[in-house]
Antibody
Framework: EVQLVESGGGLVQPGRSLKLSCVASGFTFSNYGMNWIRQAPGKGLEWVAYISSGSSYIYYAETVKGRFTISRDNAKNTLYLQMTSLRSEDTALYYC????????????WGQGTLVTVSS | DIQMTQSPASLSASLEEIVTITCQASQDIGNWLAWYQQKPGKSPQLLIYGATSLADGVPSRFSGSRSGTQYSLKISRLQVEDIGIYYCQQASSAPFTFGSGTKLEIK
């Protein structure tokens, strides 16, 4: 069974940093591209970042480019999101998500980890 | 960036009714489109991928179609368990944008 478990969320002041983790199990992690997707309270879904299976290809949403860094450790089956210069508008539930083969649509999602940016 | 215009924003329908939600892409995305359902307090679930293919375990009353750059999700006979928010998502190119969502309620 595919499982994705996020952690690392919490309350952080504006301008500070936070690092999220997503531990994967139930599949060969190194074979799949991975993503971070977020959802602000009461709002819709916003794709944040993508990393290919071997980390060769990385893409970001414009809203986080230059502030967030996606990375992965295939030996540890873990996806990361380093977030710096956090803003109030980054407050959201952050999901990690795995593709289904054949396209960048998200067949598997974690339960999310909540990031709250507030002074 | 590719924009996905989803409509309606909300929808109230009766049980067993046919429901249709649409998404308009701002440019050609071929069949690179997916649909998701999100129930309250839960993570989204993939329903349709490749514009028309049903994801594993999804009831056959859900179907997807495409006409040019307009995409539709149809629920053939609405059930109570279908309430939630539905999103489209383009998978053609980064950023992989979602539609704004359609909140589906039972009348």
């Amino acid at each position: 069974e595919v499982q994705l478990v996020e952690s690392g969320g919490g309350l952080v002041q504006p301008g500070r940093s936070l690092k999220l983790s997503c531990v994967a199990s139930g599949f060969t992690f190194s074979n799949y591209g991975m993503n971070w997707i977020r959802q602000a309270p009461g709002k819709g879904l916003e794709w944040v970042a993508y990393i290919s299976s071997g980390s060769s290809y990385i893409y970001y949403a414009e809203t986080v480019k230059g502030r967030f860094t996606i990375s992965r450790d295939n030996a540890k089956n873990t996806l990361y999101l380093q977030m710096t210069s956090l803003r109030s508008e980054d407050t959201a539930l952050y999901y990690c998500a795995r593709h289904q083969g054949g396209g960048i649509w998200f067949a598997y999602w974690g339960q999310g980890t909540l990031v709250t940016v507030s002074s | 960036d590719i924009q996905m215009t989803q409509s309606p924003a909300s929808l109230s329908a009766s049980l067993e009714e046919i429901v249709t939600i649409t998404c308009q892409a701002s440019q050609d995305i071929g069949n690179w489109l997916a649909w998701y359902q999100q129930k309250p307090g839960k993570s989204p679930q993939l329903l349709i991928y490749g514009a028309t293919s049903l994801a594993d375990g999804v009831p056959s009353r859900f179907s997807g179609s495409r006409s040019g750059t307009q995409y539709s999700l149809k629920i053939s006979r609405l059930q109570v368990e279908d309430i939630g928010i539905y999103y489209c998502q383009q998978a053609s190119s980064a950023p992989f944008t979602f539609g704004s969502g359609t909140k589906l309620e039972i009348k």
